[in-house]
């Protein structure tokens, strides 16, 4: 025999939108606009990334305070972009 031991926590949305600063809820859309000039006779390929910068939190139990994990958040913060002609 042994002993076990198990608990699940709930963590809402807007206790990690405030541990975080931001609304971890809200859809983003960013436009930019430029170009590039692709040789005559060659197919261009823009591909676009997103770039992320993470903020990590901790959650602690209302009850009694004591931690009992860990998360992170990930906010879109521009784009990277990579071309290339064939």
Aim: without cysteine; charged residues 20%.
């Amino acid at each position: 025999m042994s002993n076990t031991k198990s608990s699940t926590v709930t963590v809402t949305e807007g206790a990690i939108s405030g541990a975080v600063g931001f609304d971890v809820t809200k859809s983003r859309t960013k436009s930019m606009s430029g170009s590039w000039g692709v040789p005559k006779g060659k197919f261009g390929t823009l591909k676009a990334y997103p770039i992320y910068k993470s903020y990590s939190f901790k959650i602690y139990s209302k009850l009694d305070g004591r931690y009992v994990g860990k998360g992170t958040a990930r906010k879109a913060v521009g784009y990277r972009y990579t071309h290339s002609a064939k």
